[in-house]
């Protein structure tokens, strides 16, 4: 049986296969805040544990790959590496996006003390969409057609105010308005996107972190999963902590 030579072995980033050892280090860098993330994720078998050790000695000397040079990647492929690894905050801070739309909600939700009994929580909920024209992504690509354009939603947490930037497709960051038979950006519908459910008529929508739980109605029934509404989003949510 051969052994693993994680000198010599070609690395598996973002699901695309052949990178050196050299290169996947940067990548790694660029996607990991820390040495302890990088291990949770990819040091998932005693046999990569020579590889972990490598890496954490030299982590702190490891070059993160850069948006500029992700931009003159000419290999659509490996661009969209880069892209994945570096992640949707960056790219959105540094590549100048369009603010499109902001909405401010002031809520009342409710919380749980030490002794596990509610009470009303009342704050200011901020949401922004962004957009970023396609060809400062893809300039430089062989594709015939003008790139389209990529949409983020930014949030942050309720609890600890910590900053998140979401994709959503162009589907997610419209809403038709009747009134002018037109299509406007709309932040609430974004961010509603992000959260797929699978009963229909739910009474209520708990929010922890990333976990979501679902309280049935009495009509509820199992559904194919679907994305919430922006109304939905604002009258079904009853904790987000």
């Given at each position: 049986?051969?052994?693993?030579?994680?000198?010599?072995?070609?690395?598996?980033?973002?699901?695309?296969?052949?990178?050196?050892?050299n290169?996947?280090?940067?990548?790694?860098k660029?996607?990991?805040?820390?040495?302890?993330?990088?291990?949770?994720?990819?040091?998932?078998?005693?046999?990569?544990?020579?590889?972990?050790?490598f890496?954490?000695?030299?982590?702190?000397?490891?070059?993160?790959?850069?948006?500029?040079?992700?931009?003159?990647?000419?290999?659509?492929?490996?661009?969209?590496?880069?892209f994945?690894?570096?992640?949707?905050?960056?790219?959105?801070?540094?590549?100048?996006?369009?603010?499109?739309?902001?909405?401010?909600?002031s809520?009342?939700?409710?919380?749980?003390?030490?002794?596990?009994?509610?009470?009303?929580?009342?704050?200011?909920?901020?949401?922004e969409?962004?957009?970023?024209?396609?060809y400062?992504?893809?300039?430089?690509?062989?594709?015939?057609?003008?790139?389209?354009?990529?949409?983020?939603?930014?949030?942050?947490?309720?609890?600890?105010?910590?900053?998140?930037?979401?994709?959503?497709?162009?589907?997610?960051?419209?809403?038709?308005?009747?009134?002018?038979?037109?299509?406007?950006?709309?932040?609430?519908?974004?961010?509603?996107?992000?959260?797929?459910?699978?009963?229909?008529?739910?009474?209520?929508?708990?929010?922890?972190?990333?976990?979501?739980?679902?309280?049935?109605?009495?009509?509820?029934?199992?559904v194919?999963?679907?994305?919430?509404?922006?109304?939905?989003?604002?009258?079904?949510?009853y904790?987000?902590?």
């Amino acid at each position: 049986m051969t052994q693993f030579n994680y000198k010599t072995s070609k690395y598996i980033v973002s699901n695309l296969p052949g990178f050196s050892l050299n290169e996947a280090l940067r990548f790694w860098k660029a996607k990991f805040e820390t040495i302890k993330d990088f291990k949770k994720e990819v040091i998932t078998h005693n046999a990569l544990l020579e590889l972990g050790a490598f890496v954490e000695e030299m982590w702190d000397e490891i070059i993160p790959v850069s948006i500029h040079e992700a931009l003159k990647q000419p290999n659509i492929e490996i661009r969209r590496i880069m892209f994945d690894c570096i992640g949707v905050a960056k790219l959105f801070k540094e590549l100048d996006p369009e603010l499109l739309d902001k909405q401010v909600i002031s809520k009342e939700r409710t919380r749980w003390n030490e002794k596990y009994e509610p009470y009303k929580y009342n704050f200011d909920d901020v949401y922004e969409l962004y957009k970023i024209e396609g060809y400062k992504l893809f300039k430089g690509t062989n594709e015939s057609r003008t790139p389209d354009p990529v949409f983020a939603v930014r949030c942050w947490c309720t609890t600890t105010h910590r900053e998140y930037w979401i994709y959503v497709p162009h589907r997610a960051a419209y809403e038709y308005m009747p009134q002018s038979s037109c299509w406007q950006p709309d932040a609430i519908k974004a961010i509603a996107w992000t959260i797929r459910i699978n009963i229909s008529y739910p009474k209520r929508i708990f929010r922890q972190g990333d976990i979501i739980i679902v309280q049935e109605s009495p009509q509820s029934i199992v559904v194919r999963p679907y994305h919430l509404t922006g109304k939905q989003y604002l009258e079904l949510m009853y904790s987000e902590t």
